[in-house]
């Protein structure tokens, strides 16, 4: 059977060559513990056999949804290669390790974003915003950036994926992997 991580990962490849746009913005669905939703645009670091892996900073909006209910799905559309695939599973930080690794080749306006940015936070000005980069910036300027404390990377453990692949006069194929232990059923939806 194929891997549908692999297959995923593929479908990325495939819409990277020639996109018009960003091939790794993916939509990221969370909710409350309540189960109140929202949706927002994530960029998809790393895709293994353990999963999908973005970043963030820890104290936003949608990390508080994470830590109040670790379940999520994302949903990736490339309206150039006509593929959509949709995951849903279990949502977890990665190591320190993992994070202090992807930080440390982050560009350094990057590096010093994810300290001046109070995520979601209510900000009084854009120039408050200004302000607290030119701060760290003159913080670290002449050495490292080290990644703070309240950012870092979520991994999304696949329970559930969903290939869908335009089709003419809206046939479309569509096909579902469902985790079962350490493996994986498949079936194909209806249009």
Known sequence: ????????????ARAAQDA???????????????????CRIVLV???NERGVVFHTNYG??????????PWAAICAYWPWTDEQVRIEG????????????????????????????????????RDALIARVREF???FEGGDVPRPDTWGGYRLSPLRI?????????????????????GWTTHRLYP
């Open 1 to 12: 059977m194929v891997d549908p991580i692999a297959r995923f990962a593929e479908a990325m």
């Open 20 to 38: 018009p746009f960003d091939p790794i913005a993916m939509s990221l669905a969370t909710s409350t513990s309540d189960g109140r939703p929202s």
């Open 45 to 47: 670091h790393e895709v």
């Open 60 to 69: 936003g909006r949608k990390a508080t949804e994470i830590e109040a209910n």
């Open 90 to 125: 279990s949502i977890a930080r990665v190591s320190s390790a993992e994070s202090d690794g992807y930080f440390a080749v982050r560009p350094r306006g990057s590096q010093i974003g994810a300290w001046a940015s109070l995520q979601s936070q209510p900000l009084e000005s």
């Open 137 to 139: 910036e003159a913080k």
């Open 162 to 182: 969903e290939f869908w692949k335009a089709g003419e006069f809206r046939l479309h194929d569509r096909e579902v992997y469902e985790r079962v232990g350490e």
